[in-house]
């Protein structure tokens, strides 16, 4: 074993008092010890050789660990090394068989003690290496967030995203250096924070919204007004129908063609974390206005610049597609039916003739299921209210 296995330990701001016996003797029995600076300073006595983190560490690793290949080599990581860290880094790269880890206590078990919050209660945000709007689709009345932080500045950038979305009242509670002699609890609202605060953080969110703070659920069908658009928008009505047919599944990719304002990419993105967007769109101002409503929205969406059906061979694989412009292009639903994964969902929504004509075709050559949605909104006719209809759409949805 000593040879050809990686030992993880976790540690945390409490270092060596903190190991149990049997992450001590693994540090002490290594021949090669590897982690971040910060890490290493805390087992100051162990002989074996200190290798610093490099970086961009994800691009070094393999050709770190290939070098010191047959020694014992000992890495250590924050907290549990198999939450939002190295260990599965580590077993990806090398495979199970080939990672030992002995956890520590993670930072959220441990802000999460302090707080009096249950663990399977909570919602974990990571803000390490990802931009704050992450936190959008977890914003919601009563909500209790745990955000990992980039460093000191992030509770600061937390509060100032609570304030924009009217959540200003929220009790926002960062716990520096948890689990070591100069830990810190402190609590504020958001639009009352201004502490600077250590590097080495966790903070805590009891959601709260003010009386004007919009609603916004990662459900399909969020209201118009939560986009940005010129008009080029998928309607609420349309958009949740369009997503059922759509089916998101935690962990899949959408392709989202003619993108437009975005919604439907958005949504498809808010539903689950791990959820992913490629949404294609062919005009410049567009795409950046997408841009906007995905990082306004929270959303995990690629946008890239084109016209399909060009292109888009050299896409990932994707498990739906929504075709909301451009479908009478010459090639598109070819090319989309055959870029979709086995088991893979198209939707395709038509408003005009043409598109419905296109429709007809391949729903006659494919199958699948046609549904035409009428939708009247109640409006002022004088001084009393009557029902104006919008354009009907045509829904096709067909599963390779």
């Known amino acids: 074993m000593p040879g050809d296995v990686v030992t993880v330990v976790g540690i945390g701001a409490d270092g060596w008092e903190g190991l149990s016996s049997a992450a001590r003797s693994a540090v002490e029995s290594a021949d090669?010890?590897?982690?971040?600076?910060?890490?290493?300073?805390l087992v100051p006595g162990v002989t074996g050789q200190r290798i610093a983190w490099p970086s961009p560490l994800s691009e070094a690793l393999p050709g770190l660990l290939d070098e010191h290949r047959g020694r014992r080599v000992c890495v250590l990581a924050s907290g549990d090394p198999t939450f939002h860290g190295i260990g599965t880094t580590l077993t990806r790269l090398l495979g199970a068989d080939a990672v030992r880890v002995i956890p520590h206590p993670?930072?959220?078990?441990?802000a999460s003690a302090r707080l009096g919050w249950a663990q399977d209660q909570v919602q974990v945000v990571s803000l390490v290496g990802n931009p704050v709007e992450l936190m959008h689709p977890h914003v919601q009345p009563g909500r209790r967030l745990l955000v990992l932080s980039w460093g000191a500045h992030t509770p600061a950038?937390?509060?100032?995203l609570l304030v924009s979305r009217g959540y200003g009242s929220s009790a926002v509670t960062v716990l520096e250096?948890?689990?070591?002699?100069?830990?810190?609890?402190?609590?504020?609202?958001?639009?009352?924070?201004?502490?600077?605060?250590?590097a080495l953080n966790v903070i805590g969110v009891l959601c709260q919204?003010?009386?004007?703070?919009?609603?916004?659920?990662?459900?399909?069908g969020l209201p118009d007004d939560a986009y940005e658009n010129d008009g080029q928008l998928t309607k609420r009505e349309v958009r949740a129908v369009t997503l059922s047919r759509l089916a998101p599944?935690?962990?899949?990719?959408?392709?989202?063609?003619?993108?437009?304002?975005?919604?439907?990419?958005?949504?498809?993105?808010?539903?689950?974390?791990?959820c992913r967007a490629i949404a294609i769109e062919r005009d410049p101002d567009r795409a950046k206005r997408l841009e906007r409503n995905a990082a306004a929205l929270g959303a995990s969406v690629t946008v890239v610049l084109g016209k399909a059906p060009d292109g888009l061979d050299e896409l990932e694989t994707p498990d739906a597609i929504f075709i909301g412009g451009g479908a009478?292009?010459?090639g598109m639903v070819e090319a989309c039916w055959n870029a979709l994964a086995p088991g893979g969902r198209l939707v395709l929504n038509g408003v005009t003739l043409e598109t419905e004509a296109l429709i007809a075709r391949w729903y006659g050559e494919l199958g699948g299921d046609l549904v035409r949605?009428?939708?009247?909104?109640?409006?002022?006719?004088?001084?009393?209210?009557?029902?104006?209809?919008a354009m009907p759409v045509t829904i096709w949805s067909v599963t390779k």
Do not use: K, N
């Open 177 to 198: 250096q948890l689990g070591g002699p100069s830990e810190r609890v402190r609590t504020a609202r958001a639009a009352e924070w201004s502490h600077e605060v250590d």
């Open 373 to 389: 949605l009428d939708v009247q909104r109640a409006s002022a006719v004088g001084t009393m209210t009557g029902w104006r209809p």
């Open 32 to 41: 090669v010890l590897m982690g971040s600076t910060r890490q290493l300073a």
């Open 249 to 274: 599944v935690p962990g899949q990719l959408l392709w989202d063609v003619g993108g437009g304002a975005g919604s439907i990419a958005i949504e498809w993105s808010r539903h689950h974390p791990t």
């Open 328 to 330: 009478t292009a010459a």
């Open 106 to 110: 993670s930072s959220v078990s441990l």
């Open 157 to 160: 950038e937390v509060a100032g």
């Open 209 to 220: 919204a003010d009386e004007d703070a919009a609603l916004l659920p990662t459900v399909p």
